[in-house]
């Protein structure tokens, strides 16, 4: 589910080859879309996403949905009037912009959460950010208290961190958890009880002992951080084991493992 062009980074035949059902973009959405900018807004987006809900069937449903509401570029609000203000001796009109529709996205994401709370179907929403949006680094500097262009690498880390949400409607058990984005569909897969392949519990192994894999630098179980270049030797063996797992996987097919990286 992607309210925008299907062509971009050739999904049809990304999602095809993921076995993906059903691919619903802009050219096939059918329902009414609401924009912000020139993009559709969250809360339309999940309206489609609760119509596609299927209630009382005996299959699991999975239903991956990437929103456009909050996309770049904000150099440009149009029809979307930005209400949050930001006190600094400089403007930042691209990050008032940004957090603006952010305010939306909670309001949305709230409203989706509330639809499924008392539905009698066990659900379970993930919502996780990919990236941070491309605004004043003016901006960022303040919140890193040092001029951002010039990041250490340690700090660089915290620039590539976005947040994560699983929730279920059903009960479970309430975690605070740092983990790399690697992790997140092996964690979620075990979570809702899916039967996981060997290279989905490989990475879930893995994450007990290095919860994050960063960028040109790993953290331990103990919030400790080491380089890429410089990793103690326990450390260096586990990612290099993952390193020629993730090229069979996805580079040597004439030597691919199959039974590693599917369910039997």
Not at 128 to 135: K, L, T, Y
Not at 166 to 184: A, F, G, K, R
């Amino acid at each position: 589910l992607h309210p925008y062009k299907a062509k971009n980074w050739n999904r049809p035949s990304v999602y095809e080859d993921m076995n993906f059902g059903q691919f619903i973009s802009l050219e096939n959405w059918d329902n009414p879309i609401e924009k912000y900018r020139r993009y559709a807004t969250d809360a339309s987006t999940f309206d489609k996403l609760e119509k596609l809900t299927v209630k009382g069937g005996d299959e699991n449903q999975f239903l991956f949905c990437v929103t456009m509401q909050n996309h770049g570029s904000y150099g440009s609000a149009k029809n979307f009037k930005p209400y949050v203000t930001l006190d600094y001796e400089e403007n930042y009109p691209r990050a008032e912009l940004y957090l603006s529709l952010e305010k939306e996205s909670d309001k949305a994401f709230a409203d989706l959460i509330a639809h499924y709370e008392n539905e009698e179907e066990p659900t379970m929403i993930v919502m996780f950010g990919d990236h941070w949006p491309e605004i004043e680094h003016g901006f960022f500097s303040q919140l890193f208290g040092k001029d951002f262009d010039s990041l250490g690498v340690m700090d660089v880390q915290k620039s590539h961190r976005t947040p994560y949400v699983i929730w279920t409607n059903y009960p479970s058990e309430t975690v605070e958890q740092d983990m790399s984005s690697n992790y997140l569909g092996s964690c979620v897969l075990s979570l809702a009880g899916v039967k996981l392949t060997p290279y989905n519990r490989f990475l879930l192994d893995l994450k007990d002992e290095l919860p994050i894999i960063g960028i040109g630098a790993v953290c331990d179980t103990e919030g400790t951080w080491y380089s890429q270049n410089n990793l103690p030797e326990k450390f260096q063996k586990l990612v290099n084991e993952y390193h020629i797992l993730e090229y069979n996987n996805q580079f040597d097919q004439k030597h691919k493992i199959t039974d590693y990286f599917s369910i039997e």
